[in-house]
C-alpha cells in the first residue's frame, strides 16, 4: 500500500516568514501557463487586456481634433506635407510648422508618425485616434509583459496591475487628445526597451541590448520624459531583474555575480549614452531657432509668480497631494489646471502638510525597504512612482504648467503595481494561481466593480473630448474661476462657432457671450494677454473699432509676441481708412512673426487703398515666397495689377482666385472685367453671361456685360441688359449713359434722347 502524503496546512506560517517583505517568496521563472491547445496564458491575458482597452476607448474615433492637436497635426503645415514633411521634421523645432513658439522641445517623432498618417490616409481625425488608442493599448501590453518579468512569473498581480492602467480615467487626456502620441510613444518605447533590457539581463545576447537602447532612444524622441530611466533603469536591474549566483563554488558564485553586474552597468551606461545624445541633438537644433532659453509664463505655470519660496514649495506638494487623490478617485477631470484652479497655499495648509507626509513617508519607506530587503516589489512600485512624479513636481525646477493629467501617465504605473500588490497580499492572500484569483469572490468584488467605474468614467470623459465647445464647456463648469479655460471658452465662441452662424441676432449673442467669458478671464489675470487679443477681436466683429483697439493696443504693450493683436489692429485700422496706421500694424506684425501671410496681405490692401500698387506689389509677392498658395493674396495682386492699368498681368491672378474657389463671383467678375479692359471681348462676354445666369442677383454681372456688348458693337444686347441691370438695382445709374450711346449708335435718337437728359441728371456733364 502507497505511504499516504503529509497534507501541507495552508494556514500555517513559518516563524522565520514574518521578517520577510510584503511580497510571496520567490522562486525561479517558469514557462507560463498553456491552455489546452498550447497558447500560453500570459498571451492569451495580454489579448484580453488588449481588448478591453479598446472597448474603453472606441468612442474617441467619433472625436475630432482637440485643443493642441491643430498645433501639432490639424493646422501645422509641415505635417500637412505628409511624407515630403518628415525630413524637415527631424530636424527642427516641435511647433515650427505651425509657428514655432519661444518655449519650445524637440519631439519629431510623434510629428513624424503624424505626417505618415497624413501621408497615406490624408488630413482624418479618426485614422489619427484609431491610431492612439492602437499604441496606448500596445503601452498595456508591453506594461504587463514587464510586469510578468519583475515580478518573476507572478502573472495575477501583473494582470491587476496592467488592467487598472487600462481603464483608469486619468489616462483620457492622454489617448483622447491626438497630440498627446508624444506621452504614449516616450511610454510605449520606455517598456519597450525594460522588456529587451530584461532580456538581455536573462539571455546575455547583446542584440537585445542594442534594440533596447535603440528603443529608449526612440522615446527620447517622442518626449524627455523617459530621463527618469537614468535612476529606473539601475534600480530595475541592479535590485531585481538580475540573476542570482549559481549554486557552487565561490570562484563561480563570484563570476556569476560579476557577470551579472556587468550587464546592468552596460545597460545603465547605455541609458547614460543615449540621454547625452539625444540631450546634444536637442540643444543644436533649439539653439539653431533660438528656441531653448523661454522663461516659464505666468499663465502657463502661476508658481512662477508666487510670493515666496514657501508657497511655491507649499502650492507644489499640493498639487502633488492632488495627484494622489487624481488615482485613487479621478474625479473632476479637466484639461487645463492653470491660475487659478490650483490656489496658493502655504506650509500651514492641512492638505499641504498631508501631502508632504504622503511622499516624505513613502519615499523613506521606499528607501527602506530597499535597503533592508534589495528586492522588494513595494520598494519598486513607490520608488518608480516617486522618480517619475518628481520630474513633474515643480519642486526641483519650474515646469511649463502647474499641473495636468498628463503628468501622471508613466506614475501611474507604479501606482497601478502597488495596487495590484495590496489586492495580491490582503485579499489573495499571496495567491498566484490564476485560475484560483478568477474564483475569489472577495477578489472579483473588489476588482469588477472599480475596473467597471473606472470603465464607465473614462467612457463619457472621451465623449467630451469630441470637440472644443464640448471639452472647454464641460471643463469650465467643474473649474468656473480658472482664467484659462474662460479664455477657452471665449475664444472658441468667436474664433469657431461665430463664423459658423449666418443669423445676425445669433452672431450677436455669441459675441455678447465670447466677450463675457473673455473679460471673467481678464478679471481672474488682469495680465492675460492672449485675452486681450481675442476680445479686441470679438470688438472687431462687432464693429466696435475703439474697444478694439484699445484691447490691441493692451496686448502689444505686455507682449513682444503678439504678432496677431498686431494684425488685427491693422485691420481695425484698415476699416476705418487710417491706411497708413494699417501699414504701421501690419509691419509690426511681420516683425514679431516674418511668414504671417495674412499681415502681407493686409498690408497690400493698404497700399493699394493708398493707390501705392507697386509697394502692394512688393509685399504680395513676400507673402508668396512665404505661401504660394495663399488664396486671398492671388485676388489681392490682381487688383494691383488692375488698378495699375497693367490688366494682362492681372489675369493669372483672378485665374488662380478663381480656380481655388470656383464659386467666389467676385473672382469671376475680376477676370472679366480683366479681360473686358484688356480688349478681350469675346472672352470677357462668355464669363459675364455666366455669372448673369447663375447669380441673377449679380448687378455686377450685368453692368460689365452691358459694357462688353457696348463695345462689341452689340447695341441691343448692351440696352437689353443693361436695362436688366436697372431692374435689379435701380440706384445703378451709372450704366445709363450706355444705354443712351446704344441708341445713338442704333440711329434711334428719340429714345437716345430720353436717356440722355436721364443721364444728364446724375451726370450734369453728360453730353452725347
Not at 506594461?143 to 487598472?164: M, N, T, Y
Not at 570562484?251 to 557577470?259: K, N, P, T, V
Not at 545597460?267 to 537644433?285: D, E, F, S, W
Amino acid at each position: 500500500m502507497a505511504k499516504k502524503q503529509p497534507t501541507q496546512n495552508r494556514a500555517a506560517v513559518s516563524p522565520g516568514l514574518a521578517k520577510q517583505p510584503l511580497q510571496a517568496p520567490t522562486a525561479p521563472e517558469t514557462p507560463a501557463p498553456t491552455s489546452r491547445k498550447g497558447i500560453p496564458l500570459i498571451w492569451k491575458l495580454a489579448l484580453l487586456l488588449a481588448v478591453i482597452t479598446m472597448a474603453v476607448y472606441a468612442n474617441t474615433l467619433q472625436n475630432g481634433f482637440v485643443l493642441d492637436d491643430q498645433m501639432v497635426y490639424s493646422k501645422n503645415k509641415i505635417v500637412n506635407q505628409g511624407f515630403d514633411g518628415i525630413a524637415e521634421l527631424m530636424k527642427t523645432p516641435r511647433l515650427k510648422g505651425f509657428g514655432y513658439l519661444k518655449n519650445e522641445n524637440y519631439r519629431p517623432l510623434s510629428l513624424m508618425m503624424f505626417a505618415t498618417e497624413v501621408g497615406f490616409f490624408g488630413l482624418n481625425a479618426t485614422v489619427a485616434h484609431a491610431f492612439n488608442i492602437l499604441f496606448f493599448t500596445l503601452c498595456v501590453v508591453f506594461l504587463f509583459f514587464f510586469l510578468h518579468k519583475l515580478l518573476e512569473g507572478r502573472i495575477v498581480p501583473a494582470f491587476i496591475a496592467s488592467l487598472i492602467f487600462a481603464v483608469h480615467p486619468i489616462h483620457t487626456e492622454v489617448v483622447s487628445n491626438i497630440k498627446s502620441l508624444d506621452e504614449i510613444f516616450c511610454f510605449l518605447f520606455a517598456f519597450l526597451g525594460l522588456n529587451l533590457y530584461a532580456l538581455y539581463m536573462r539571455k546575455g545576447s547583446i542584440l537585445y541590448l542594442l534594440f533596447g537602447v535603440v528603443a529608449l532612444f526612440l522615446s527620447f524622441l517622442s518626449k524627455e520624459t523617459v530621463v527618469t530611466f537614468l535612476g529606473i533603469i539601475p534600480l530595475t536591474f541592479f535590485f531585481f531583474l538580475k540573476q542570482e549566483p549559481k549554486e557552487g563554488s565561490a570562484a563561480a558564485g563570484i563570476g556569476a555575480w560579476i557577470q551579472n553586474n556587468m550587464r546592468a552597468i552596460l545597460m545603465t551606461g547605455a541609458m547614460g549614452i543615449v540621454t547625452a545624445v539625444y540631450l546634444l541633438i536637442r540643444h543644436n537644433i533649439l539653439s539653431d531657432y533660438g528656441a531653448s532659453t523661454a522663461a516659464v509664463e505666468f499663465i502657463d505655470n502661476a508658481l512662477v509668480g508666487a510670493p515666496d519660496m514657501a508657497t511655491r514649495l507649499g502650492t507644489a506638494f499640493y498639487t502633488l497631494g492632488m495627484y494622489v487623490k487624481l488615482l485613487l478617485v479621478p474625479y473632476p477631470l479637466i484639461n487645463d489646471y492653470g491660475y487659478n484652479s490650483v490656489p496658493y497655499v502655504g506650509f500651514g495648509n492641512v492638505w499641504v502638510l498631508l501631502s508632504v507626509a504622503i511622499y516624505v513617508g513613502a519615499g523613506a519607506l521606499g528607501v527602506y525597504r530597499l535597503v533592508r530587503f534589495r528586492k522588494d516589489y513595494w520598494a519598486y512600485g513607490i520608488l518608480f512612482f516617486m522618480a517619475t512624479i518628481a520630474l513633474f513636481s515643480n519642486i526641483f525646477f519650474l515646469m511649463g504648467s502647474a499641473m495636468g493629467e498628463r503628468f501622471l501617465f508613466f506614475a501611474s504605473a507604479g501606482f497601478c503595481l502597488l495596487a495590484a500588490l495590496a489586492i495580491e497580499k490582503w485579499i489573495l492572500k499571496g495567491e498566484t494561481d490564476f485560475a484560483r484569483f478568477t474564483a475569489n469572490k472577495l477578489a472579483l468584488a473588489v476588482l469588477v466593480p472599480v475596473c467597471l467605474l473606472y470603465s464607465v468614467q473614462t467612457y463619457a470623459r472621451n465623449a467630451e473630448w469630441i470637440d472644443n465647445s464640448t471639452l472647454f464647456t464641460k471643463d469650465l463648469e467643474k473649474s468656473p474661476n480658472n482664467g484659462r479655460l474662460n479664455y477657452y471658452v471665449g475664444n472658441e465662441l468667436i474664433e469657431n462657432v461665430l463664423p459658423l452662424e449666418k443669423d445676425t441676432a445669433k452672431r450677436r449673442a455669441i459675441v455678447t457671450e465670447g466677450i463675457a467669458k473673455l473679460k471673467k478671464a481678464i478679471e481672474i489675470f488682469p495680465k492675460y494677454t492672449d485675452a486681450y487679443t481675442e476680445l479686441g477681436t470679438a470688438y472687431l466683429n462687432l464693429g466696435q473699432y475703439d474697444s478694439a483697439e484699445k484691447n490691441f493696443k493692451i496686448a502689444i504693450s505686455q507682449s513682444d509676441y503678439q504678432s496677431i493683436a498686431a494684425n488685427n489692429l491693422g485691420i481695425a485700422y484698415l476699416r476705418t481708412n487710417r491706411f497708413a496706421e494699417g501699414i504701421t500694424a501690419f509691419k509690426l506684425a511681420i516683425k514679431i512673426k516674418a511668414d504671417f501671410v495674412q499681415a502681407y496681405c493686409n498690408m497690400a490692401s493698404c497700399f493699394s487703398q493708398l493707390k501705392q500698387f507697386d509697394s502692394a506689389i512688393t509685399y504680395l509677392n513676400q507673402c508668396f515666397a512665404w505661401d504660394p498658395n495663399y488664396p486671398e493674396a492671388f485676388m489681392q495682386m490682381g487688383m494691383a495689377y488692375y488698378f495699375s492699368n497693367r490688366f494682362a498681368e492681372s489675369e493669372p491672378y483672378f485665374q488662380k482666385a478663381l480656380a481655388l474657389n470656383p464659386t467666389d463671383v467676385n473672382a469671376a467678375n475680376n477676370l472679366g472685367a480683366a479681360y473686358l479692359n484688356g480688349g478681350k471681348l469675346p472672352e470677357a462676354a462668355n464669363i459675364f453671361k455666366q455669372l448673369v445666369a447663375a447669380n441673377p442677383g449679380y448687378v455686377n454681372a450685368y453692368s460689365n456685360l452691358g459694357h462688353c456688348y457696348y463695345q462689341m458693337k452689340q447695341y441691343e444686347a448692351a440696352i437689353d441688359i443693361i436695362t436688366k441691370s436697372l431692374q435689379v438695382d435701380p440706384n445703378n445709374v451709372k450704366d445709363i449713359p450706355y444705354i443712351a450711346l446704344s441708341y445713338k449708335a442704333l440711329g434711334r435718337n428719340a429714345e437716345a434722347a430720353q436717356y440722355e437728359a436721364l443721364a444728364q441728371k446724375y451726370y450734369s456733364n453728360f453730353k452725347l
